[in-house]
Each structure stands twice: as C-alpha cells, then as structure tokens.
C-alpha cells in the first residue's frame, strides 16, 4: 500500500497541482503513517488572503476508523468563507508525531506562506480544541504564534 502511494505523491509533486510529502509507517522503527498535501488552492490562499498571516483553525475532527487515520485540516476565514491552508493524514495523534507533521508541512509550504510571513515563522493566532500535543507541538514548531 505504500509503495502505491509514494508513486501517487510522486506524480503528484509532478504534476504541478500542488504538494505533498510522505513519511511511511514503519512499526520496526515507531514512524507513524504521515502524508501532508499543499494544493496550488492553498498556495494562492497563503500568498493573496491577509487572514493567511492572522488566524488558522486547526480542525482534527475527521477520522478513518478503518485505517487507523485522522484527517487534519488548517484553515482560515474570510468574507468568503473557510478557505485551506493545508491537509495532512496521519495514524496517531502523539505529540512527536504532530511535531515531525509541522515540519514535514513546513518543507512543502511555499516561501511566501502564510500572507508573506514564511513557513519557519508561521501566523499570529492558531485556534485548535483541548489536545495538549496538539497545542505543544505547534508552540514548538510556531513559537511566534498564540495559541
């Protein structure tokens, strides 16, 4: 299953319809299952919607009970609606995982992310439920952002 899906990422980061990074899931090893996907939609929400720069919902609310996957959604709003900043599936919630999952996003994120301000620096106001790794991974990955 995922050597299938390292071929998909493959042609899609070839495609130029967007990103996307894959850490496989080895349980020899303790990785999680982690795939982040940057579509060129949330590539023009970061560089031309100011909100990209201000606040960002962290929604973790979907989840694959028969894969053992959580489906993650950034987004901001605006007068428009909710508008993605980026998605990302993973098999488990710990708090290393969601640290590594930051950082695997930070590297498909474009250099003028989040309204200009850049993926290392991230925005102003994350809003996301009780998860305390949730919250600690985000502080560590985006320390000039408020939580």
Known sequence: MFERLAVVVQDYNSSGKGRAVLQEYDVH???????????????RVHERVLQAAELCYI???????????????????CAAGALPLGLF????ELEITLEKL?????????????FGRGP??????????????????LEICWPKGRL
């Open 102 to 114: 930051i950082n695997l996003l930070k590297m498909i994120l474009p250099s003028y992310a989040f």
């Open 89 to 92: 599936i993973t098999s488990d």
């Open 59 to 77: 929604d973790a609310s979907v989840s694959f009970d028969s894969l053992n996957s959580l489906i993650t959604l950034l987004y901001t709003s």
């Open 29 to 43: 090893v303790g990785k999680a299952f982690i795939l982040c996907v940057m579509t060129n939609l949330m590539c």
């Open 120 to 137: 290392e620096v991230g925005l102003i106001v994350f809003l996301t439920d009780d998860s305390s790794a949730e919250r600690n991974a």
